[in-house]
């Protein structure tokens, strides 16, 4: 059963504390991404890894961070410098750069 | 700064009603237009376009992209209930992908 499956899907954390959101695909996809959706704004990207090993920042990427070792993986660590963390964060993925983006079902993070 | 908008930001109708989208974009290194349809959560994909004036159809739903004017519709006709969504348009510029705020659809019966 090929999906995007994020992780967990409510995240509850105190301020000043990092969290870490999963992000998994099994669809082969070489580019996977990170975007953040608040209420009356469209997603923001936060970052995007066209390959394994590599990212880039995309227009939000202050107080977040995030790995690819393995191109099924590509989890998002919100830090404590993010100044407004709390928000719904979706993962998508695509087959290249070239390609639509499939998305998870979204974690909603919220800090206390 | 590129930017993508999308009107109405919201539209209420009757079952049966036809619908069009508007999402206009500002980007350097265009590369393609996608519509994405978001119910609850995830966002599922409709279309994807990158050639003006060839007309994409699944079902009820066509969509159109013009490069000149810088413009893509949606349109859906013979509305359901279950076409209520909100609706989002996204540009990929370069390797980054720009969403509108997203149009809310709601259909009554």
């Known amino acids: 059963d090929g999906g995007i499956t994020q992780s967990p899907k409510y995240l509850f954390r105190k301020e000043g504390q990092n969290v870490t959101l999963s992000c998994e695909q099994n669809l082969n996809h070489d580019a996977m991404y990170w975007y953040r959706q608040d209420p009356g704004q469209g997603l923001r990207l936060i970052y995007y890894?066209?390959?394994?090993?590599?990212?880039q920042k995309g227009d939000i990427a202050e107080g977040y961070s995030v790995s690819r070792e393995k191109k099924e993986s590509f989890p998002l660590t919100v830090t404590s410098a993010q100044k407004n963390p709390t928000a719904f964060y979706l993962c998508a993925s695509s087959e290249t750069a070239y390609n639509e983006q499939f998305f998870g079902p979204g974690t909603r993070l919220t800090v206390l | 700064e590129d930017k993508v908008v999308q009107s109405p930001l919201s539209l209420v109708v009757h079952e049966g009603d036809t619908v069009t989208l508007n999402c206009s974009y500002e980007v350097t290194n265009f590369r393609s237009l996608l519509w994405y349809k978001q119910e609850k959560k995830a966002p599922t994909f409709l279309f994807m376009l990158?050639?003006?004036?060839i007309e994409k159809k699944s079902g009820r739903l066509s969509s159109i992209l013009d490069k000149k004017e810088l413009f893509s519709i949606l349109n859906i006709t013979a509305t359901q209930t279950g076409d209520s969504a909100v609706y989002l348009c996204?540009?990929?510029?370069?390797?980054?992908?720009?969403f509108g705020t997203g149009t809310s659809l709601t259909v009554i019966p």
């Open positions: 996204a540009v990929r510029a370069g390797n980054q992908f720009y």
């Open positions: 890894s066209q390959i394994v090993n590599d990212f």
């Open positions: 990158t050639s003006s004036g």
